[in-house]
């Protein structure tokens, strides 16, 4: 099984709604990251969390980790076309060392 | 953009034959690494490097080797092609004092 866990794999919403995809971790997280990824290219980073209650937003995509759960949730406020791809949750499970572990990907379409 | 450049951007090949990819970087960061992304496991770590002549295995290392003989170029090698290395490659950096990597645009390699 994945150390990392995202859930949906996959998303289906149309322009305007709000959506929220969630990355659950098996160990303890030292640092949880979101990337996006448009279909044949590399990843970009949206947003780093540290620290148990961090919230964190960019543009309208707001995440936020619970440390307890080892948890984190990223929401889509108002969804529009350009939100469209795979959403990838990275975290440093053995602490500070750099080595990212990554969930599978979500797949988000985005309807108009 | 952070002068991440992969070369070749797509390769096909047979199996059975070596074959090298190379990650190109124009900002002399210590840190590169080297993942490749499937269908339902993300992306997952293979080789990484310190610096020059400095590396370490990822999670999935057998059947690859890396070398960093100069600090701007991190070449992946498969000394003997697979059908199951069939991938998707994206070389990383991380950029000291920063809070994430940053990845280059991608390799697809389909071995026949």
């Known amino acids: 099984s994945q150390e990392l866990e995202q859930s949906p794999q996959s998303l289906i919403v149309q322009e305007g709604k709000n959506l929220t995809i969630n990355c659950t971790s098996s160990?303890?997280?030292?640092?949880l990251y979101w990337y996006k990824q448009k279909y044949g290219e590399g990843l970009i980073f949206l947003m780093m969390?540290?620290?148990?209650?961090e919230e964190k937003s960019h543009e309208k995509i707001t995440a936020k980790l619970d440390e307890k759960k080892q948890q984190s949730s990223l929401h889509i406020t108002a969804s529009q076309p350009s939100h469209a791809g795979i959403y990838l949750c990275?975290?440093?499970?053995?602490?500070?060392?750099?080595?990212?572990?990554f969930g599978q990907g979500t797949t988000l379409q985005v309807k108009p | 953009d952070a002068g991440i450049t992969q070369s070749p951007r797509h390769k096909v090949t047979e199996t059975g034959t070596p074959v090298t990819l190379r990650c190109h970087q124009t900002e002399n960061h210590r840190y590169m690494y080297w993942y490749r992304q499937d269908p339902g496991h993300g992306l997952r770590l293979i080789h990484y490097s310190y610096g020059v002549k400095d590396t370490d295995k990822g999670e999935v290392s057998d059947g690859y080797s890396v070398s960093r003989s100069k600090t701007e170029d991190f070449l992946l090698t498969l000394e003997s092609a697979t059908s199951s290395q069939t991938s998707v490659y994206f070389c990383?950096?991380?950029?000291?004092?920063?809070?994430?990597?940053?990845f280059g645009p991608g390799t697809r390699l389909l071995v026949l």
């Open positions: 990275g975290a440093d499970l053995r602490g500070n060392t750099g080595k990212l572990i």
């Open positions: 969390l540290q620290k148990g209650g």
């Open positions: 160990k303890t997280l030292y640092g």
């Open positions: 990383a950096i991380h950029p000291d004092g920063t809070e994430t990597q940053y």
